[in-house]
């Protein structure tokens, strides 16, 4: 059926088939749900040129299976979903500015619920989903990105989104994902960038939880973090990886929370994770798990060159809620200009009651070292660099952290 004017709803209503709105360049379709329960196949909102708005501030809104902004096949249109409460049950896929690069979809959640089994933000048209409240739960895959100049956008400022596996940039388009509070979980796989070499995706945060269970950073393609504000929670239980084409950048107090997750690296560029330098990494997996960590950085001795450009990182901490226990590895040519060993150089070392570090024949480098005595070292010895002068310091802008030396290890 179409519906081209305005319906404001209060009671039941079931659409036996699909509900279109503003499916034409003749007019536009709006529905405001209050109260009571819509049911519909499909929902189609904006398509040929028209505009479809539907507005939920309360009420059930269930669609048996898909629910397009626009419509798939129809060029040029715009549908809009505005959501401050009530339910809305999608069984299968939320589509934004799908098919066609001239259809737009935007979808604003401020409250309420969205349920989905798939939502996929921009296949070549405009999309834009806006999280400032409620939940968002994608019981499969959420796909960001688009082919437009724009690509797809997802900008999460309050509530929670949770997905099982998730892709932001995929497929040759772009995907832009800005976190600047709210909770985000992935129980599954974070890919930022996937797939294809021109793939680009983008994950900006600057506040809120980020939890995920693998996080890819550039998946046979490129893909960027950025790290904007110390206030931002990540959080990684399986594995952290920087692909062949990441980047990353960090303010200092950045920090990532290990909880039984690997580090693992085949980035042959440096420069590209600068963020490095000013990151801490905390393991804290406990007692039963060992976390690889792939060293990258050229093995230049105990010198302070060995922290320009040389994947040095701000701080390595092991332990945390839990103890901490990693095993140094190099399973990966990051340097291949280079002949010689890679070493790992890091600026703060923070050993923790209960740690364990197994350097594996790999050299570890620090600059500042707080070493429980009763730590487990093995497979090699922790080398202190001699300390540098104040303006090394003020250049790694590090000079609220010498203060917080507590000891070295006797070497
Ligand atoms: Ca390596
Ligand atoms: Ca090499």
């Known amino acids: ?39 519909a196949k499909n929902e189609y909102l904006g398509g040929s040129s028209g505009t479809g708005t539907f507005t939920q501030t309360g009420g059930t809104n269930t669609v048996a299976n898909d629910l397009y902004l626009s419509h798939g096949s129809l060029s040029g249109g715009s549908g809009i979903y505005t959501q401050s409460g009530g339910t809305n049950t999608v069984g299968n896929k939320l589509y934004l500015g799908s098919f066609t690069s001239d259809s737009s979809g935007s979808y604003n959640l401020s409250g309420g619920s969205l349920s989905s089994g798939y939502e996929t933000i921009g296949l070549v048209g405009t999309a834009t989903f806006t999280q400032s409240g409620g939940i968002n739960a994608v019981s499969g895959s959420l796909y960001v990105g688009s082919s437009s100049a724009g690509g797809g956008t997802y900008n999460l400022s309050f509530g929670s989104l ?75 239980s399986n594995l952290l990886s920087f692909g062949t084409d990441s980047t990353f950048t960090a303010v200092p107090g950045a920090t990532i929370h290990m909880t039984g997750s690997a580090l693992e690296n085949i980035s042959p560029d440096p420069d590209n994770l600068a963020g490095l330098s000013n990151l801490e990494l905390v ?87 707080s070493i429980d005595p009763a730590a487990t070292i093995l497979g090699g010895q922790l080398t202190p660099i001699p300390e540098p002068s104040t303006l090394i310091l003020l250049g790694a802008g590090l000079v609220g952290l010498v203060g917080l030396r507590k000891k070295r290890l006797a070497n």
Do not use: C
């Open 1 to 39: 059926m179409r519906a081209r004017a305005s319906l404001p709803r209060v009671g039941g209503r079931t659409v036996k088939n699909s509900l279109s709105l503003g499916i034409s360049s003749m007019g536009n379709g709006t529905y405001n749900l209050n109260a009571g329960i819509l049911s």
């Open 162 to 236: 949770s997905t099982n596996y998730e892709a932001i940039g995929l497929y040759s388009r772009t995907g832009v994902f800005t976190q600047s509070g709210g909770t985000h979980t992935v129980t599954s796989k974070l890919y930022i960038g996937y797939s294809s070499p021109s793939s680009s995706g983008t994950y900006s945060i600057s506040s809120g939880s980020l939890n995920v269970r693998s996080f890819y950073i550039g998946y046979h393609s490129r893909g960027t973090l950025h790290i904007t504000d110390p206030a931002a929670n990540i959080t990684v």
């Open 283 to 369: 393991f804290e997996g406990g007692s039963t798990d060992i976390d690889p960590f792939e060293v990258a950085g050229q093995d230049l001795g105990a010198v302070m060159a060995g922290f320009d450009s040389n994947f040095a990182l701000g701080t390595l901490t092991l332990g945390g809620t839990d103890i901490g226990q990693v095993q140094l590895i190099d399973s990966f040519d990051n340097q291949t200009g280079w002949e010689g060993s890679e070493a790992l150089y890091v600026y703060n070392l923070n050993l923790g009651t209960g740690s364990y570090l197994d350097l594996n024949g790999l050299n570890l480098y620090y600059l500042n070292g």
